[in-house]
């Protein structure tokens, strides 16, 4: 998995995902856009307020939060839990999924 932006960028192996919920960005808790450490000690790649994802990875010192349009699906993609076309169909057609604020499982 990967996301971020220009200049900076994390990797992680999707098998280092702990865990993935949906999330609400607000601008209040970061103070703008872009790479931003939030006061509920996230790292957030906030292109907008409003709903993300947060994602706590293992042998990560913050959880980090990324901006996405669909929540609960990303959600669900990630934790393995179902999705309407699943990340293994996509990458076996040499597709890569990509969402918002360069997420890329």
Do not use: H
């Not at 993935?20 to 006061?39: A, D, Q, T």
């Not at 890569?96 to 499982?105: A, E």
């Amino acid at each position: 998995m990967a996301f971020g932006f220009i200049g900076y960028k994390k990797v992680f192996p999707r098998s280092a995902l702990v865990s993935c919920e949906p999330y609400e960005l607000l601008f209040k808790n970061y103070g703008g856009y872009g790479v931003r450490w939030g006061r509920d000690g996230t790292t957030a790649f906030n292109t907008r307020s409003g709903p993300g994802v947060k994602m706590v990875f293992e042998g990560a010192k913050r959880p980090y939060v990324v901006s996405v349009d669909e929540p609960e699906k990303v959600s669900a993609i990630l934790s393995g839990k179902g999705a309407s076309t699943s990340t293994s169909s996509m990458q076996n057609r040499g597709q890569t999924p990509i969402l918002q604020s360069g997420l890329v499982l």
